[in-house]
């Protein structure tokens, strides 16, 4: 197959992490007699010096033009005085809505040669932590009214939480197609014993159900959630959820893995392109060093096989090559704890060892 990949090295560590994940398509291409085609896109930082703004359209357009994004990060002390509209994180966020990317999907999953990273108990971890939450992006109570106001002497906050049907739908379809790639368990987190807009989440939930037999749907309250992702965590396969519910308890699911380095992530809407791009920042601190963790990056292009090229035998190729990897003892920095059996790698040597274990042509 022949795909177009935009990418968008970023700032920071973004060029580094990037790099790395490049050579394990490329790896991946040579094997599976794939040819995937990248396309470079300047946004972030580098856009503002080169351009005078975080994402040109011609540059957003290259994007659309693709079969799939993959982005390192953007943004840095440097770009801190850009004012407001011309600050690199708001190329992110039009890039998000020049795609109609109305889905983020973050995957929280403990690789056992790190459980000890995980703050959780070791009789959890044991049982295997290994979901993925789909959070509605672009809808809810974030893209509602907001106002303040003054009523009978005192201020009043009022926030407004909407959902149609439509939106509902829409990403209840990214769950249940998620699910069937997955395990087959789609958990519906709402409020529905309170809010109006969580009725109609479980209504629409409820009608798609029967379009997807081969799924087990079940509903969850989003506080009891917040208690069962701490206390059994192996009870999920996919989470389906609100924005402002899926942005909390995706931090919370981040946390249990252990490390922020390890995390990728995708953002679809409708059809198969998407955005790839691990869950971190552009790590300022560490840039320019080859001390940062590529395997968010990495393991963001096996979902981008995954999910928009329908490549599942070659995203298995690459989570396969990554635990090889860490099976052996190789660590990035973030996640060396001097145990025996381990060596602290630099991002280049890790990154070369996961691309050496994609495997030659058969
Ligand atoms: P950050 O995620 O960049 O860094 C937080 C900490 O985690 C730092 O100590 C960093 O060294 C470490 N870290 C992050 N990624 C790592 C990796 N791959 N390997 C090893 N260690 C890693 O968050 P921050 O410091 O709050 O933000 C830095 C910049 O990134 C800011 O300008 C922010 O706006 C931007 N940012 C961009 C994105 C994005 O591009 N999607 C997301 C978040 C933050």
């Given at each position: 197959m022949k795909k177009n990949i935009a990418v968008?090295?970023?700032?920071g560590i973004g060029p580094e992490i990037t790099?790395?994940?490049?050579?394990?398509?490329?790896a991946v291409a040579e094997r599976y007699g794939h040819e995937f085609i990248y396309d470079e896109v300047a946004m972030g930082g580098v856009a503002i010096d080169a351009y005078g703004e975080p994402l040109p359209d011609e540059m957003l357009e290259k994007c659309k033009a693709a079969d799939a994004v993959l982005l390192g990060a953007v943004g840095g002390p440097k770009w801190n005085g850009v004012s407001g509209d011309k600050r690199p994180e708001k190329g992110l966020l039009k890039l998000r809505a020049g795609l109609g990317v109305y889905s983020n999907n973050r995957p929280a999953k403990i690789w056992k040669q790190l459980s000890s990273a995980s703050p959780l108990r070791p009789e959890i971890v044991q049982k295997g932590i290994d979901f993925i939450i789909v959070r509605e992006l672009i809808g809810g109570i974030y893209f509602g009214e907001?106002?303040?106001?003054?009523?009978?002497?005192?201020?009043v906050a009022t926030d407004v939480l909407t959902y149609s049907e439509s939106e509902i739908k829409r990403i209840g379809r990214?769950?249940?197609?998620?699910?069937?790639?997955?395990?087959?368990r789609l958990c519906s987190v709402e409020k529905s014993n309170v809010l109006d807009s969580s009725r109609l989440w479980n209504k629409v939930m409820r009608s798609l159900a029967a379009e997807y037999p081969d799924v087990?749907?079940?509903?969850?309250?989003?506080?009891?959630?917040?208690?069962?992702?701490?206390?059994?965590?192996s009870q999920f396969d996919v989470i389906v959820t609100e924005n402002m519910f899926g942005d909390i308890l995706?931090?919370?699911?981040?946390?249990?893995?252990?490390?922020?380095?390890?995390?990728?992530?995708?953002?679809?809407?409708?059809?198969?392109?998407?955005?790839?791009?691990?869950?971190?920042?552009?790590?300022?601190?560490i840039a320019g060093k080859d001390v940062a963790n590529p395997i968010g990056t990495i393991l963001s292009a096996a979902m981008m096989l995954r999910y928009s090229f329908d490549m599942d035998e070659e995203a298995d190729a690459v989570e396969n090559a990554v635990s090889s990897v860490l099976d052996k003892g190789f660590r990035t920095a973030d996640i060396y704890g001097k145990e025996a059996g381990t060596t602290l790698c630099e991002c280049s040597e890790i990154g070369k060892k996961i691309t050496e274990n994609i495997g030659k042509r058969k």
């Open positions: 968008i090295r970023g700032d790099v790395q994940a490049i050579n394990v398509l490329n907001h106002k303040t106001e003054n009523a009978g002497g005192q201020l990214i769950g249940f197609e998620t699910a069937r790639k997955r395990r087959g087990q749907l079940t509903e969850m309250l989003v506080d009891n959630c917040a208690m069962q992702i701490v206390k059994d965590p995706s931090d919370e699911a981040s946390m249990i893995t252990g490390s922020i380095g390890m995390i990728p992530s995708s953002s679809l809407g409708d059809g198969k392109r998407g955005l790839y791009e691990p869950i971190h920042g552009s790590a300022p601190d």
